[in-house]
């Protein structure tokens, strides 16, 4: 078979080891330098062509470290830490990304890479003599097959649009193309192909009851859930090229109505449900289970202990351990300050989500400054993993039961004009197991579009907080400028202590305490010994103005103290510093693969 002659011209070929998660998936070659006939003669050797694409979505360039951890960065949650550089992840992370940036690169051309695999698997399986010769079980096994490959390219396009928008459409083997050179394809394009390629992928693929295979392989409620997900996108607002402006999906209530019916056989098929613990659900992830309802969906295995194949989640951002203590980490990703205080103070989500501690060299906890808060749903110290190791093998959610919930819940508000009793109580779901024990502070649902509309806002932002999701859902809603505006204002508000924010104490005073990794986020927090003024309650601490005195025996600790006027707006320290609307929503194309593809433009002013 000819080389793949599309990632040479858009670059070096990013070869990788093929290995993945689950234990029954065995090494791969290469199938761009195999015979296409052979390599899909059997269901063996056409399953080992798609150990292949899944490949392509592990890893340092892809949900390993870039696409989930860097890409994301910022949105009203979370930011990289760090000063700025236009040529690292903290260019990204604050919308001042050059075209230069490093960082770019390989993700772009892995995604493709993906696509080249899943476009062999797409060609050639439909020809196999399986479907000729096979039994009806091998011919079942080659649909399937197929529908994972048809289901993996939907992805590797949906992050190349998320993360630039108009993109090369292929979709043929690059032996297959009239010419090499392809120019940008309008996205609405690829998203209605791709859209009906997972139309037809979810009639190939089973149900998790039928498939016999952990959350890391594709089943039929991940194509629904995927699709659900590209639909709003295509529905929603997507920065444009000519006009170079913000605007909404033509057709939008045909793909609100592929939302709402892809969401509802989810919700009614049985398979999946909300764990009934909110961090279990991720506990589960740090050791390559499924948690116990089956809230994740699909995840994007981790494995091998290098950067080809495992991932940094839990290394690069989660929970910081200092350098010398039993778990080295960077927690490289920080709370926005004010992201704390979205949450209400019996919210569950809350300590699991932001990591208001932090473990020191002699393995004590102890508190974090209120501008050096993490992302708590990954923890090294949930593994059983020590020392200085990077890789830690823990799976990234890339779509969980509550998400299916929750997207449901909006077709059904944009479809009917206002929210059914179904989408009321889909989202009740959610924010029930955020309060419980607590569902008297769980507040009122609202019933009009435009507040309904408006709480499946906010409640996104709880749920699903470090996820890598907030910045793309704000970007279809078009609220991404309006929210990294309201988040200024917010933490101009907190460093004057003024509005919501007049009664956050400036210091919290604590003691070093013993760290018990299997206690829970909320008790492991709960352990740290703060001092509580007489007459407070121990959950009002974060919510009652600083004591006159300092108490005996106690450390300081900055807490709203620690943010000011450079962590808002600085050129180094800025929140989004370098966000332009209608032109930053997107990023831009690495140089180089500009360079390499005469046909290929920068756009969106870079």
Same mark, same amino acid.
């Given at each position: 078979?000819?080389?793949?002659?599309?990632?040479?011209?858009?670059?070096?070929?990013?070869?990788?080891?093929?290995?993945? $998660?689950?234990?029954?998936?065995?090494?791969?070659?290469?199938? &761009?330098?195999?015979?296409?006939?052979?390599?899909?003669? &059997?269901?063996?050797?056409?399953?080992?062509?798609?150990?292949?694409?899944?490949?392509?979505?592990?890893?340092?360039?892809?949900?390993?470290?870039?696409?989930?951890?860097?890409?994301?960065?910022?949105?009203?949650?979370?930011?990289? &830490?760090?000063?700025?550089?236009?040529?690292?992840?903290?260019?990204?992370?604050?919308?001042?990304?050059?075209?230069?940036?490093?960082?770019?690169?390989?993700?772009?051309?892995?995604?493709?890479?993906?696509?080249?695999?899943?476009?062999?698997?797409?060609?050639?399986?439909?020809?196999?003599?399986?479907?000729?010769?096979?039994?009806?079980?091998?011919? %079942?096994?080659?649909?399937?097959?197929?529908?994972?490959?048809?289901?993996?390219?939907?992805?590797?396009?949906?992050?190349?649009?998320?993360?630039?928008?108009?993109?090369?459409?292929?979709?043929?083997?690059?032996?297959?193309?009239?010419?090499?050179?392809?120019?940008?394809?309008?996205?609405?394009?690829?998203?209605?192909?791709?859209? %009906?390629?997972?139309?037809?992928?979810?009639?190939?693929?089973?149900?998790?009851?039928?498939?016999?295979?952990?959350?890391t392989r594709i089943t039929k409620a991940a194509?629904?859930?995927?699709?659900?997900?590209?639909?709003?996108?295509?529905?929603?607002? $997507?920065?444009?090229?000519?006009?170079?402006?913000? %605007?909404?999906?033509?057709?939008?209530?045909?793909?609100?109505?592929?939302?709402?019916?892809?969401?509802?056989?989810?919700?009614? &098929?049985?398979?999946?449900?909300?764990?009934?613990?909110?961090?279990?659900?991720?506990?589960?992830l740090h050791d390559n289970s499924e948690d116990?309802?089956?809230?994740?969906?699909?995840?994007?295995?981790?494995?091998?202990?290098?950067? /080809?194949?495992?991932?940094?989640?839990?290394?690069?951002?989660?929970?910081?351990?200092?350098?010398? /203590?039993?778990?080295?980490?960077?927690?490289?990703?920080?709370?926005?300050?004010?992201?704390?205080?979205?949450?209400?103070?019996?919210d569950v989500r809350r300590d699991v989500t932001?990591?208001?501690?932090?473990?020191?060299?002699?393995?004590?906890?102890?508190?974090?400054?209120?501008?050096?808060?993490?992302?708590?749903?990954?923890?090294?110290?949930?593994?059983?993993?020590?020392?200085?190791?990077?890789?830690?093998?823990?799976?990234?959610?890339?779509?969980?039961?509550?998400?299916?919930?929750?997207?449901?819940?909006?077709?059904?508000?944009?479809?009917?004009?206002?929210? $059914?009793?179904?989408?009321?109580?889909?989202?009740?779901?959610?924010?029930?197991?955020?309060?419980?024990?607590?569902?008297?502070?769980?507040?009122?649902?609202?019933?009009?579009?435009?507040?309904?509309?408006?709480?499946?806002?906010?409640?996104?932002?709880?749920?699903?907080?470090?996820?890598?999701?907030?910045?793309?859902?704000?970007?279809?809603?078009? *609220? *991404?400028?309006?929210?990294?505006?309201?988040?200024?204002?917010?933490?101009?508000?907190?460093? /004057?202590?003024?509005?919501?924010?007049?009664?956050?104490?400036?210091?919290?005073?604590?003691?070093?305490?013993?760290?018990?990794?299997?206690?829970?986020?909320?008790?492991?927090?709960?352990?740290?010994?703060?001092?509580?003024?007489?007459?407070?309650?121990?959950?009002?601490?974060?919510?009652?103005?600083?004591?006159?005195?300092?108490?005996?025996?106690?450390?300081?600790?900055?807490?709203?103290?620690?943010?000011?006027?450079?962590?808002?707006?600085?050129?180094?320290?800025?929140?989004?510093?370098?966000?332009?609307?209608?032109?930053?929503?997107?990023?831009?194309?690495?140089?180089?693969?500009?360079?390499?593809?005469?046909?290929?433009?920068?756009?969106?002013?870079?």
């Amino acid at each position: 078979m000819k080389i793949n002659k599309l990632i040479y011209i858009l670059g070096c070929l990013v070869i990788l080891s093929t290995s993945i $998660s689950c234990s029954d998936f065995l090494d791969a070659e290469n199938i &761009s330098s195999s015979n296409e006939s052979q390599q899909f003669d &059997s269901t063996a050797d056409t399953f080992t062509a798609l150990i292949g694409v899944y490949n392509q979505i592990i890893g340092d360039d892809a949900y390993g470290q870039r696409l989930n951890l860097y890409f994301p960065q910022s949105a009203d949650d979370f930011k990289i &830490s760090g000063d700025y550089n236009c040529n690292d992840r903290r260019g990204i992370s604050t919308y001042g990304s050059c075209t230069s940036n490093p960082d770019l690169n390989k993700p772009f051309l892995k995604l493709y890479s993906g696509i080249e695999r899943a476009n062999l698997c797409i060609k050639n399986i439909p020809l196999s003599p399986v479907y000729q010769t096979g039994s009806v079980a091998d011919k %079942a096994l080659m649909d399937r097959y197929l529908g994972e490959a048809l289901t993996l390219r939907a992805q590797f396009y949906f992050d190349l649009i998320k993360n630039w928008g108009d993109v090369p459409m292929q979709m043929v083997p690059s032996s297959d193309l009239e010419t090499i050179y392809l120019a940008k394809t309008d996205r609405d394009v690829i998203y209605d192909k791709i859209i %009906a390629d997972l139309a037809t992928a979810s009639a190939l693929v089973p149900w998790k009851s039928k498939s016999n295979t952990s959350n890391t392989r594709i089943t039929k409620a991940a194509v629904k859930g995927l699709r659900a997900r590209i639909a709003l996108a295509r529905a929603g607002y $997507s920065l444009r090229r000519e006009p170079r402006v913000m %605007a909404k999906g033509s057709n939008s209530q045909v793909y609100y109505k592929i939302a709402y019916d892809e969401c509802k056989d989810i919700i009614t &098929s049985g398979e999946h449900a909300l764990n009934q613990s909110f961090e279990a659900v991720f506990r589960a992830l740090h050791d390559n289970s499924e948690d116990a309802a089956k809230e994740v969906i699909f995840a994007v295995g981790a494995f091998g202990g290098n950067a /080809s194949t495992d991932s940094k989640i839990g290394y690069f951002n989660g929970m910081r351990h200092s350098d010398n /203590s039993n778990w080295k980490s960077s927690g490289g990703i920080n709370a926005i300050a004010t992201y704390f205080y979205e949450f209400g103070k019996f919210d569950v989500r809350r300590d699991v989500t932001v990591a208001s501690m932090q473990i020191n060299d002699a393995n004590q906890a102890i508190l974090a400054t209120g501008a050096l808060c993490t992302d708590g749903k990954f923890r090294k110290s949930w593994t059983n993993i020590t020392g200085t190791a990077q890789n830690l093998a823990i799976d990234w959610p890339l779509l969980r039961y509550s998400d299916i919930l929750l997207m449901f819940a909006e077709a059904d508000n944009e479809l009917n004009g206002s929210p $059914s009793q179904d989408a009321i109580n889909a989202v009740r779901l959610v924010r029930n197991r955020a309060y419980a024990g607590n569902l008297g502070q769980a507040g009122t649902i609202p019933t009009d579009k435009a507040g309904f509309f408006d709480y499946i806002v906010h409640e996104r932002l709880l749920e699903f907080g470090g996820e890598g999701l907030r910045k793309y859902d704000l970007i279809r809603w078009n *609220l *991404l400028a309006t929210k990294i505006a309201e988040t200024k204002q917010k933490l101009s508000n907190l460093l /004057s202590g003024t509005g919501q924010y007049a009664n956050v104490p400036s210091i919290l005073y604590y003691k070093e305490s013993a760290y018990d990794k299997t206690k829970t986020a909320q008790a492991a927090l709960q352990a740290i010994d703060i001092y509580v003024p007489a007459g407070v309650n121990r959950s009002d601490v974060y919510y009652t103005p600083t004591p006159a005195s300092a108490p005996s025996g106690y450390k300081a600790i900055n807490w709203r103290a620690a943010v000011n006027a450079q962590y808002i707006s600085d050129p180094l320290k800025g929140y989004a510093q370098y966000f332009e609307a209608n032109r930053k929503e997107l990023l831009p194309i690495y140089n180089d693969i500009i360079q390499s593809n005469y046909n290929l433009t920068q756009d969106y002013g870079y």
